[in-house]
């Protein structure tokens, strides 16, 4: 047994996944589930016909903003640059970093699918997905950088 529980732990490692503790469900499982959302979200708005066969009869638009509102808020709550500010004031930044984020995000879509033509539905969703992702990668090491200044100290 103790050997199966060694390799669930290494698979676990190997994928990248981190022990269920309340720490990792908070700033990292949280945050994962925001950035499933983000992606969903710029496939929606990119390209809301796809969604719309898929979820027939609902739109998910606010729901996939909310979760991703929601992931943000505590990616950004748990960076070490913030630790030191109280709690309360802590998570107004969070939610602020959380809002400016998606509502960016959401606007950039927008303003990005106008540019597309209206019977090209693939580029519209690769062009969602990659620039969701390169604003993920900017935004992550724009806040390693801030965490690096704080550590520095």
């Known amino acids: 047994m103790a050997d199966e529980s060694k390799k669930e732990c290494s698979l676990c490692n190997k994928i990248g996944l981190k022990p269920f503790t309340k720490q990792n469900i908070y700033y990292y499982y949280i945050p994962m589930h925001g950035l499933v959302s983000y992606g969903a979200l710029a496939v929606n708005v990119m390209n809301p016909k796809l969604v719309s066969k898929l979820v027939p009869n609902k739109d998910l638009t606010d729901v996939l903003l909310l979760s991703t509102l929601f ?3 505590f990616f950004l709550y748990g960076r070490p640059h913030l630790r030191t500010i109280p709690n309360g004031k802590r998570g107004l930044y969070s939610m602020l970093g959380g809002s400016l984020f998606s509502m960016g995000s959401l606007l ?8 597309v033509p209206n019977n090209n539905a693939a580029l519209a969703t690769v062009l969602g997905l990659a620039s969701g992702a390169v604003i993920v990668k900017l935004s992550t090491d724009y806040f390693d950088e801030c965490d690096k200044l704080v550590a520095g100290k």
């Open 108 to 115: 950039m879509w927008a303003v990005l699918r106008r540019t």
């Open 71 to 73: 992931g943000t808020s």
